[in-house]
């Protein structure tokens, strides 16, 4: 049995998986970004007890695995609370949270490292704020921020197949039940490897091509 | 006429302005000296209004004003191009805002300062000299009535500082007012209208550039006789 012949035999199962997998990834990439983005932006621009919880949230996480914070919100804390969620939820909430973390650790480097030099120069020469926002910060955090963001997005795709341990029934889970049925590991597991190399490896060559094009252009020296 | 009148500005404990009174005049040079330390780079960006004054007042043509830009415009020593802009993006961007001649301005500027060949380049594609011209003409083409500009020469071999040095007196002939800080005290006492001493955060003797040969303080004696050794 080839690889072809896997895909066509199991497609409906394959892609029953690949639209959970989707699924997860844009809810853990929406929000992320977005509420990533504005824990970053309240951090830089509200008093620091605003920024410094966010902050110190971001420090804590980074000492848990993400397994171990996965399967704490699925077992303990839903035993602890005696309610049951549906696993998709817990992988996507446990996974948004990680990212979002992760996000607002990005802005908020960039925010907080922007030459304020650019600022001054748009000042005395009159800029409006749309346009110093619009023209001058925006592309300059833009450039700076968009090739570590889309390498995270990546690395949460690849994240998300942890879900697969909590029984959330995408891509992964789906492959290693096929294999159950068949025993074909060398052809699944290939088939799953190309998967992924197909999305990923694009995303990570635009992130590096976009890291060389614009870090080039943003040293003053 | 910027007028700085009776200036104080502190930070924490440090006393930097400690009274300051200047007056930059409508086509004239106002250069500025004094040793490292003094005050001179806080002045400039109180009289632009990048820093409030602890006391006293900054006026423009007589009333105060909190944004002049970019009747008042700046150029700093480190030069502040954007850089993910071109050159010829730098100086158009904020131009667009405040000339409507700018299309037509620039080419002026380009024959002016000699930046044909550079000018679409990125600023980090350029040397500090083509940089140099590209913050000068940037500020130019706001039609600023006054320039203030901070050692801008200090990063030049001594070719490309005679000819931006130049182009400055091309300023005064236009009516705009320069405010100079500058170590080149050749160029002081040859181009400059006023000469503006600085020492412990205050004016301490200002005049015509005869006051360098000629000092009445012992304070801009002692400024001087170092300076000749340094020479």
Not at chain 1, 80 to 99: C, G, K, R
Not at chain 1, 164 to 177: K, W
Request: aromatic share 10%; proline share 5%.
């Amino acid at each position: 049995m080839t690889v072809w012949d896997i895909l066509s035999n199991y497609y409906p199962a394959f892609l029953t998986g690949l639209s959970v997998t989707l699924k997860l990834c844009l809810i853990i990439w929406g929000s992320g970004l977005l509420i990533g983005s504005a824990l970053a932006l309240a951090g830089i621009k509200c008093p620091r007890s605003v920024g410094l919880p966010s902050r110190g949230f971001s420090f804590f996480l980074g000492g848990v695995p993400l397994i171990v914070f996965l399967f704490w919100l699925h077992y303990p804390v839903q035993a602890m609370f005696d309610v049951v969620i549906d696993p998709f939820y817990t992988a996507a909430f446990t996974l948004s949270v990680v990212n979002l973390f992760a996000v607002a650790d990005i802005v908020r480097g960039a925010l907080h490292d922007f030459p304020k030099q650019y600022l001054i120069a748009a000042r005395v020469t009159g800029l409006t704020r749309g346009q110093t926002i619009f023209k001058i910060q925006l592309p300059l955090i833009l450039r700076e921020i968009l090739p570590p963001l889309l390498l995270l997005q990546v690395a949460m795709l690849h994240t998300s197949l942890f879900a697969s341990l909590i029984s959330v029934e995408e891509i992964f889970r789906v492959a290693q039940r096929i294999n159950a049925q068949i025993y074909r590991p060398v052809e699944i597991y290939t088939a799953l490897g190309v998967f992924f190399l197909a999305v990923c490896l694009p995303i990570n060559g635009f992130a590096l091509w976009l890291k060389s094009r614009f870090t080039r252009n943003l040293s003053e020296q | 006429m910027l007028s700085a009148r009776n200036i104080h500005k502190s930070y924490q404990d440090r006393v930097i302005l400690n009274g300051v009174d200047v007056d930059i005049a409508p086509g004239q040079i106002s250069c500025v000296i004094g040793p490292s330390g003094t005050g001179k780079t806080t002045l400039l960006r109180v009289l632009c209004q990048l820093e409030k004054e602890d006391a006293g007042e900054i006026l423009v043509d007589g009333e105060q004003n909190t944004a002049p830009w970019p009747k008042v415009t700046a150029v700093f020593q480190s030069l502040f191009l954007w850089p993910h802009l071109t050159l010829r993006e730098n100086i158009m961007l904020p131009a667009r805002n405040h000339n409507p001649q700018a299309d037509k301005d620039i080419e002026g500027l380009i024959k002016l300062f000699e930046m044909n060949h550079f000018i679409d380049h990125y600023p980090n594609q350029s040397s500090i000299g083509q940089r140099q011209r590209v913050a000068l003409a940037r500020a130019l083409i706001l039609n600023p009535k006054y320039v203030l500009l901070d050692e801008i020469t200090s990063a030049l071999d001594v070719e490309q500082t005679a000819r931006i040095l130049t182009k400055l007196t091309h300023l005064k002939e236009r009516g705009i007012g320069v405010f100079l800080i500058t170590h080149h005290l050749g160029f002081a006492k040859r181009a400059a209208d006023q000469i503006i001493f600085m020492s412990d955060g205050k004016v301490t003797e200002q005049g015509p550039p005869a006051i360098l040969q000629t000092p009445t303080t012992e304070r801009l004696k002692q400024f001087m006789s170092l300076a000749e050794i340094g020479a």
